[in-house]
T-cell receptor, first 115, second 112 residues
Framework: NAGVMQNPRHLVRRRGQEARLRCSPMKGHSHVYWYRQLPEEGLKFMVYLQKENIIDESGMPKERFSAEFPKEGPSILRIQQVVRGDSAAYFC?????????????FGPGTRLTVL | SQQGEEDPQALSIQEGENATMNCSYKTSINNLQWYRQNSGRGLVHLILIRSNEREKHSGRLRVTLDTSKKSSSLLITASRAADTASYFCANAGGTSYGKLTFGQGTILTVHP
């Protein structure tokens, strides 16, 4: 059973470009979470999604950031018009159907660098 | 802020010694989890303790939870060089369904 997969692992963008980060949850998992980790800091929650629904987006910046988890395909975190402050590691996690406050399984992360 | 705090921020020990890390949180919780992160990698789940539990063991790991003090500790016994990593506690809050709130982490270095 493959773990949570994220791609790309490293992404370099220039200011003003768009960044698309993809996350494929573990097989059978229907909950997806996105977290951001700035250098030397812990992870900060961004958004929690189930298939075709955003459950909690309280950690998402109000502008330029969006997330989706379509019926088919991976979850996408999209950052429009990136700025240097968006440089961070973005982690996706998934959990199986049921009580979503239990263990979350993390992917390897996408490291975004904005030049 | 709901962000928890961990102490110490950094811990350096010799192989074979025990390592203790502490975590405090600010809100009510459903459970508290500990994760390990090796440099440049993703997080690996170590252990979960529910709000009605006080102590839990898994191999060389021992976790305690004191909900009256809103604190938890992670003990790694007989540490190994391979235990070198950052350790994070994360709490699943009572009303924050699905959201984990992470502490700042403890950087553990185990010298061979």
């Amino acid at each position: 059973n493959a773990g949570v997969m994220q791609n790309p692992r490293h992404l370099v963008r220039r200011r003003g470009q768009e960044a698309r980060l993809r996350c494929s949850p573990m097989k059978g998992h229907s909950h997806v979470y996105w977290y951001r980790q700035l250098p030397e800091e812990g992870l900060k929650f961004m958004v929690y999604l189930q298939k075709e629904n955003i459950i909690d987006e309280s950690g998402m910046p109000k502008e330029r950031f969006s997330a989706e988890f379509p019926k088919e395909g991976p979850s996408i975190l999209r950052i429009q018009q990136v700025v240097r402050g968006d440089s961070a590691a973005y982690f996706c996690a998934s959990s199986p159907p049921g009580v979503s406050t239990d263990t979350q399984y993390f992917g390897p992360g996408t490291r975004l660098t904005v030049l | 802020s709901q962000q928890g705090e961990e102490d110490p921020q950094a811990l350096s020990i010799q192989e074979g010694e025990n390592a203790t890390m502490n975590c405090s949180y600010k809100t009510s919780i459903n459970n508290l989890q500990w994760y390990r992160q090796n440099s440049g990698r993703g997080l690996v789940h170590l252990i979960l303790i529910r709000s009605n539990e006080r102590e839990k063991h898994s191999g060389r790991l021992r976790v305690t939870l004191d909900t009256s003090k809103k604190s938890s500790s992670l003990l790694i016994t007989a540490s190994r060089a391979a235990d070198t990593a950052s350790y994070f506690c994360a709490n699943a809050g009572g009303t924050s369904y699905g959201k984990l709130t992470f502490g700042q982490g403890t950087i553990l270095t185990v010298h061979p």
